[in-house]
Antibody, heavy 115, light 112 residues
Framework: EVQLAESGGGLVKPGGSLRLSCAAS????????MNWVRQAPGKGLEWVSS????????YYADSVKGRFTISRDNAKNSLYMQMNSLRAEDTAVYYC????????WGQGTMVTVSS | DIVMTQTPLSSPVTLGQPASISCRSS???????????LSWLQQRPGQPPRLLID???NRFSGVPDRFSGSGAGTDFTLKISRVEAEDVGVYYC?????????FGQGTKLEIK
């Protein structure tokens, strides 16, 4: 079964850091671009970042550029998001999604930034 | 950035009746490769989003055929031929033609 499973969320103070992971299974991870999308409580979807299959192309939303870093390890079938200098407005459920078509989504991991 | 505007934002529908959601983009979604990367996503309460349709009208695997997509350029529509109870949730259009990827505000489908 094709699956994505996020982990690494939690409660962090403003200015702190967190590293999210997304474990992929059931498909050839190295063949697909990957994405992070977030959803603040009660709000809509916001694209955060994308990475190509070989990591050669990386894109970020302006709201996270310079603070977040997307990466992947194709040998471990895993996608990551290093989140630094976190702000209250980064509080959201973070989803990983497969490919340019966003065709498979994980269940999400909650990140709460609060003092 | 491409702005995606959905109407209506809320849609009360009677079971068994049709429903329609519109999505308009601030610029053409036709990619240089000739494809139009307009997708529709469904998010049921408490669930992650799920892809329903991509490239305007291609239903994703397992999506019932009561869902259909149409449109071109900057104007797109998602139609549900006969609404069922399991269709309750929020529907989003999304463009993947250019970065940053952008979503519509979401349309909440509820049963009357």
């Amino acid at each position: 079964e094709v699956q994505l499973a996020e982990s690494g969320g939690g409660l962090v103070k403003p200015g702190g850091s967190l590293r999210l992971s997304c474990a992929a299974s059931g498909f050839t991870f190295s063949s697909y671009s990957m994405n992070w999308v977030r959803q603040a409580p009660g709000k809509g979807l916001e694209w955060v970042s994308s990475i190509s299959s070989s990591s050669s192309h990386i894109y970020y939303a302006d709201s996270v550029k310079g603070r977040f870093t997307i990466s992947r390890d194709n040998a471990k079938n895993s996608l990551y998001m290093q989140m630094n200098s976190l702000r209250a407005e980064d509080t959201a459920v973070y989803y990983c999604a497969r490919s340019g078509g966003f065709d498979i989504w994980g269940q999400g991991t909650m990140v709460t930034v609060s003092s | 950035d491409i702005v995606m505007t959905q109407t209506p934002l809320s849609s009360p529908v009677t079971l068994g009746q049709p429903a329609s959601i519109s999505c308009r983009s601030s610029q053409s979604l036709v990619h240089s490769d000739g494809n139009t990367y307009l997708s529709w996503l469904q998010q049921r309460p408490g669930q992650p989003p799920r892809l329903l349709i991509d490239k305007i009208s291609n239903r994703f695997s397992g999506v019932p055929d009561r869902f259909s997509g149409s449109g071109a350029g900057t104007d797109f529509t998602l139609k549900i031929s006969r609404v069922e109870a399991e269709d309750v949730g929020v529907y989003y259009c999304m463009q993947a033609t250019q970065f940053p990827r952008t979503f519509g505000q979401g349309t909440k489908l509820e049963i009357k």
